[in-house]
């Protein structure tokens, strides 16, 4: 009697549990462009975007009807090629300056959905990145390179359900970096300025995943 009881008091709680999937997990995979803005960039003649790859995976804690909490971990290529064009070679042949930032990041991000069955959403809030190599022309340059980024990212994203469980999900993330790039970390920079260049970097990426609910 007494397990029957316990049953009809437990059972709207189960039930509800069941139904409302509060937990989600994505892998997937972006493709991005990268490019850096501030001192000294406009210097240059031309800029190109260093178009990468990253992936990851990323979770999802529903917080309410419209709002959860989204994280996770992945891998992001950043970067851009710097080009001034040669003068009077060879008195001055110019620069080409390919440099490339790979990071491993936290993003700590806001989703709010909205639209038709909530397919629609927002992202916004912080990343948290790790450097994880830099080189210039092929050459490292990890030492004039910040270790640690934050970033600043909004984005908005679609999500098509495939069954009860699972869902396909598009989304477009930008973020800006908060923290200049170059850095001063074995006390000399060479021929760099000892009050290092207030650089940052800016990164779109198009994701695509799958949305598995727990």
Partial sequence: ??????????????????????????????????????????????????????????????????????????????????????IDPPLYEGIYDKEKFDYLSVPLLIKYKFGVNQKWNVQAGFVLSRLLSATSNGQDISHVINYNQVGASLGFGYVIKINDRMSFSIDQQNSVGLIKNTANNQGTLGYYKSNTYKIYNFYSCLNFGIQIGL
């Fill in 1 to 86: 009697m007494k397990n029957s009881a316990l049953f009809l008091l437990l059972f709207p709680f189960f039930s509800f549990s069941q139904d409302t999937q509060s937990f989600f997990i994505k892998p997937y995979l972006g493709f991005s462009n990268s490019s850096q803005f501030g001192e000294t960039i406009k210097s240059f003649d031309k800029q190109k975007c260093r178009k990468a790859f990253t992936i990851g995976v990323m979770t999802e804690n529903t917080l309410d009807e419209k709002f959860s909490f989204v994280s996770g971990i992945q891998y992001q290529q950043m970067g851009s090629t710097l080009i001034d064009n040669p």
